[in-house]
């Protein structure tokens, strides 16, 4: 049983590593310097969280964390340059 949940586990992160992949693709130019600190900084703090969080598996805590910590801090970014700009 311990094999089959590494390889759902596995299985999972490969599809969303290929799903943003093609997300990322979409878009022209690329991500801003200030979009690629953010979603840093969002990383960093949600994988702390969701390590101090998951008690069962901290490496589990700390991916899940971080990615959507990640995925949080960059689009808050992208949002308020959008609204600084008059866009939002």
Do not use: Q
């Not at 702390?48 to 990640?70: F, K, Y």
């Amino acid at each position: 049983m311990r094999y089959k949940s590494v390889f759902m586990s596995l299985a999972m992160i490969f599809t969303l590593g290929l799903g943003s992949v093609f997300i990322s693709s979409c878009a022209r130019g690329g991500p801003s310097p200030a979009t690629t600190e953010g979603a840093a900084v969002g990383a960093a703090v949600g994988s702390v969280a969701g390590l101090l969080i998951d008690d069962d598996n901290r490496w589990r805590g700390a991916l899940i964390g971080g990615l959507l910590g990640g995925a949080l801090g960059g689009g808050v970014t992208e949002f308020a340059k959008s609204v600084k700009r008059g866009h939002g």
